[in-house]
């Protein structure tokens, strides 16, 4: 069954950038539909971005996200720029129904 990592998390400035990223491993599919999400205490989990066929954003991270892939290293990542408070959460991806553990972002000055 597929398993998935979450790394590349921190803390950063507001208007800095982190990359997060999703390492996808027993996969049935050779290029899995990826997903983000985010989650605040108390709050639901909410999509960000996701890969498959095509790519598809928040529209609170369009412009500022981009959602990308490496086939060869069974990877997607999420890049993050011009970060705010309001991004601060613990980001999760997910694949054929399974979650990684996933990743704490902190954005503070």
């Known amino acids: 069954q597929v398993q998935l990592v979450e790394s590349g998390g921190g803390v950063v400035h507001p208007g800095g950038s982190l990359r997060l990223s999703c390492a996808v491993t027993?996969?049935?599919?050779?290029?899995?539909?990826v997903g983000w999400y985010r989650q605040t205490p108390g709050k639901q989990r909410d999509f960000v971005a996701g890969i498959g066929d095509s790519t598809a954003y928040a529209n609170t991270v369009k412009g500022r996200f981009t959602i990308s892939r490496d086939n060869a290293k069974n990877t997607v990542y999420l890049p993050m720029n011009s970060l705010t408070p309001e991004d601060t959460a613990d980001y999760y991806c997910t694949a054929e129904w399974r979650w990684g553990p996933g990743a704490q972002v902190t954005v503070s000055s």
């Open positions: 027993g996969s049935s599919f050779s290029n899995p539909a």
